[in-house]
């Protein structure tokens, strides 16, 4: 049976990020992707040079297109830049009942571009991270999410217990703006007490354009599939491990990943990703 997902997110014209990074990685695990955009960037590996919204209306239009008509597994939420659009997309996919949600709070691109209002992290908190199944803030993003700065280890599970409280089942704050001597560590926290860290070596390289995007997409794909938020998540790790080591270096500025790589490299996709308990 083909297994299909959707994410809602906006579109990167330069095709390491957003909906472009999701597409490619539910392909590439086997699942049938269905998107539904928030928002146009006119974007490169250098920067965004523009903002272009998709109204409300038009958002929910097409989630609703393709939930009235396949069997959806697994939704991702990437940019949704409005409180509006937040509000639209909580509305529209809790009207379908409950679903596997996996949120990616994006709200800054690796250039320093808003690709979030501020007037929407509140509607983000109250209205979208009840729903979700897991999610997976970077430093940056948790900061702002749980309402304090993250300086140490126990500031990373202070952080995460908050995520917690807001309604998430489970929360994978992602290290790759806080790196460990050598090392990118993720730590997963689950609202039903499981706990483990997600330990990999650190690649030195600027293209790292989309990880979170493709990141998350693999946790829905897996999701999807039928894998629990565990599994999910460590195969997830050794997806972009892979990506990132096997890197395009394509533009002039964060370079997009690989999204080939975890398949080419079969069983050693990500071989150095360790889980520590
Ligand atoms: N230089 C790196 N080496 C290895 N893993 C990395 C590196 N940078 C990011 N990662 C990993 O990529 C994923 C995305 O992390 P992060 O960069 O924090 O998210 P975002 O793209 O949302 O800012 C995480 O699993 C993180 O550990
Ligand atoms: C349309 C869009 N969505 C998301 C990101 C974040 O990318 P990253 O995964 O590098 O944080 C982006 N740069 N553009």
Redesign the pocket.
């Known amino acids: 049976m083909t297994v299909v997902a959707l994410t809602i997110a906006g579109s990167d014209s330069g095709g390491g990020a957003g909906i472009q990074a999701d597409l490619k990685t539910f392909q590439e695990l086997g699942v049938f992707g269905t998107s539904a955009l928030t928002a146009v960037t006119a974007q490169n590996t250098r920067g965004v040079h523009g903002v272009y919204p998709i109204d409300a209306q038009g958002v929910t239009a097409q989630i609703r297109a393709v939930m009235d008509d396949f069997n959806v597994g697994a939704v991702k939420t990437g940019m949704l830049f409005s409180a509006n659009i937040i509000q639209a997309v909580a509305e529209t996919l809790q009207s379908y009942g409950p679903s596997a949600l996996v949120i990616?709070p994006v709200m800054i691109a690796k250039g320093g571009a808003s690709l979030l209002l501020d007037e929407a992290v509140q509607a983000m908190k109250e209205l979208l991270i009840p729903l979700a199944s897991v999610i997976t803030p970077?430093?940056p993003e948790a900061e702002v999410l749980a309402s304090m700065s993250i300086k140490s280890d126990s500031d990373v599970v202070e952080a995460a217990n908050r995520l917690l409280k807001l309604g998430a089942k489970a929360v994978v704050m992602?290290?790759?703006?806080r790196r460990q001597a050598n090392y990118?560590?993720?730590l997963f926290l689950s609202a039903a007490g499981e706990r483990f860290t997600l330990r990999?070596?650190?690649?030195e390289?600027k293209d790292?354009h989309g990880?979170?995007c493709t990141?998350s997409a693999a946790i829905t794909a897996q999701i999807a599939q039928g894998k629990t938020i565990a599994e999910s998540v460590i195969t997830a790790?050794h997806f972009?491990?892979a990506a990132?080591a096997d890197g395009l270096t394509l533009g002039g500025g964060h370079g997009p990943t690989n999204h080939w790589a975890y398949k080419r490299l079969g069983k050693t996709a990500g071989k150095d990703v360790v889980l520590i308990d």
């Open positions: 990616d970077n430093i992602k290290g790759g703006h990118a560590e993720d990999s070596e650190w690649i390289t790292t990880t979170g990141f790790k972009i491990q990132i």
